[in-house]
């Protein structure tokens, strides 16, 4: 089985060493710069439990005419740059090759075919449809990540925590070839669920990200900081709720109270978010993914959500003036 993981950086290197270090696939990588000069030099590499796994590329190139087509592509880059990805991704996709993207916040397929969003594409995350056109909607699996990593150097990834991986049809229901997906992930040491409604899946999770991640990046403080202040926890209750009538409309519900997810988060303890991460990195933030698309669903549906506008406009200028969006 021929893989390409889009982006060797810390998700897209975790599954990448994982599958390739099992060996049940010829996992290879289209990569820029010093991720590329390090997988061509080293290979895969993930540092887990104070041990070093180190595998083979089998290919790691700058474009994916070098790579050919292959069965799975997993899309592991940050929601900014996956326009450039689909624009280049014809020469990887055949009739029979499935797109795994493995990304935070709302994806370019999830308004395809709810009625109540109507058909047009979601403009904060594929901005005139040009993802869409590129990546057919019959070959996508939705996925979500439930693990935490970082690259510490190019091309070598740190395990933080967690190993959980929800794969499932965007469309909904069981398929053989979410089955087949999964235990290959499986198989690499990921614990995975093959989901029914993925869909509702990557909106819980969202729905946590919302707020946490944007918040933290404004603020500079990690989750238990913004938990602990009462006016902010009460800010992020208030912008979770509207993310919930959201999701009531298009057949996401969300079946607990902010309150218990925010009792979730805490446990987590002093955990930087992603885009806290990335803001300390001097990243593109992955504002539009986690909090632009909710805020267009919102307005598509006429459901109010001045929170979520408010928030994204603090986050949007935050990241602006620091050349970061």
């Given at each position: 089985m021929k893989v390409c993981i889009i982006g060797a950086g810390a998700i897209g290197g975790f599954i990448g060493t994982r599958l390739a270090a099992r060996g049940q696939a010829q996992v290879g990588a289209i990569a820029r710069g010093a991720t590329l000069d390090a997988l061509r030099r080293h290979g895969w590499r993930l540092q887990q439990g104070g041990e070093l796994i180190q595998a083979p590329c089998a290919q790691a190139a700058a474009e994916a005419a070098e790579l050919g087509v292959q069965d799975l592509v997993v899309i592991a880059v940050k929601g900014p740059a996956l326009t450039a990805v689909a624009r280049g991704i014809a020469p990887l996709i055949g009739p029979r090759t499935l797109v795994l993207p493995a990304m935070n916040g709302v994806p370019w397929w999830f308004g395809h075919g709810v009625a109540a969003l109507g058909d047009a594409p979601l403009e904060a995350v594929d901005p005139g449809g040009e993802i869409a056109a590129a990546i057919p909607f019959s070959q996508v699996l939705g996925c979500v990540v439930h693990a935490a990593a970082l690259t510490t150097e190019p091309g070598l990834v740190l395990h933080k925590m967690g190993a959980g991986l929800i794969v499932g049809e965007p469309a909904g229901g069981p398929s053989a070839r979410v089955d087949a997906v999964a235990a290959l992930l499986r198989e690499a040491g990921f614990e995975v669920s093959a989901s029914a409604d993925v869909r509702r899946d990557v909106w819980y999770k969202l729905w946590g990200n919302l707020t946490m991640n944007p918040v933290s990046a404004?603020?500079?403080?990690?989750?238990?900081?913004?938990?602990?202040?009462?006016?902010?926890?009460?800010?992020?209750?208030?912008?979770?709720?509207?993310?919930?009538?959201?999701?009531?409309?298009?057949?996401?519900?969300?079946?607990q109270t902010p309150e218990d997810r925010h009792v979730v988060t805490a446990r987590l303890g002093a955990?930087?978010?992603?885009?806290?991460?990335?803001?300390?990195?001097?990243?593109?933030?992955?504002?539009?993914?986690?909090?632009?698309?909710?805020?267009?669903?919102?307005?598509?549906?006429?459901?109010?959500?001045?929170?979520?506008?408010?928030?994204?406009?603090l986050a949007r200028l935050f990241a602006q003036v620091r050349g970061l969006y």
């Open positions: 404004i603020t500079g403080a990690t989750a238990d900081r913004v938990l602990a202040d009462p006016q902010v926890r009460a800010f992020c209750t208030q912008a979770m709720q509207e993310a919930a009538a959201i999701g009531e409309r298009i057949g996401c519900p969300i079946e955990f930087k978010t992603s885009m806290l991460q990335d803001v300390e990195a001097g990243r593109p933030v992955e504002l539009d993914a986690i909090v632009g698309a909710v805020r267009e669903l919102g307005l598509r549906l006429a459901q109010p959500t001045p929170a979520i506008d408010a928030l994204f406009g």
